[in-house]
Nanobody, 117 residues
Framework: QVQLVESGGGLVRAGGSLRLSCAAS????????MSWYRQAPGKQRELVAT???????NYADSVKGRFTISRVNAKNSVYLQMDSLKPEDTAVYYC???????????WGQGTQVTVSS
């Protein structure tokens, strides 16, 4: 059974940095896309950043220039370096992996990031 496990969340002051990690276990395949999503209280889950197996990246406008997504394909892992954090970045961050052919999608359990002002 495929599992995604996040780590690295916590409490940080505005302007600080955090690095999130996500490692997959139990898979015999590589994810075509790995992403980070977040969900703040009372809001819908939103896409933060995506990286393809080839290294192509996309970011939400709200995090461009502050967050960097990366991955290590051999480890089926993905990372999110978050710099210049703002209180509005406070949310539960979820790791997501998508496989194609056949299509399947997996989620981690989430890790809390809290940015104080």
């Amino acid at each position: 059974q495929v599992q995604l496990v996040e780590s690295g969340g916590g409490l940080v002051r505005a302007g600080g940095s955090l690095r999130l990690s996500c490692a997959a276990s139990g898979s015999t395949f590589s994810f075509a896309f790995m992403s980070w999503y977040r969900q703040a209280p009372g809001k819908q889950r939103e896409l933060v950043a995506t990286i393809s197996s080839g290294g192509n990246t996309n970011y939400a406008d709200s995090v461009k220039g502050r967050f960097t997504i990366s991955r290590v394909n051999a480890k089926n892992s993905v990372y999110l370096q978050m710099d210049s954090l703002k209180p509005e970045d406070t949310a539960v961050y979820y790791c997501n992996g998508k496989r194609t052919l056949p299509w399947s999608e997996y989620w981690g359990q989430g890790t809390q990031v809290t940015v104080s002002s």
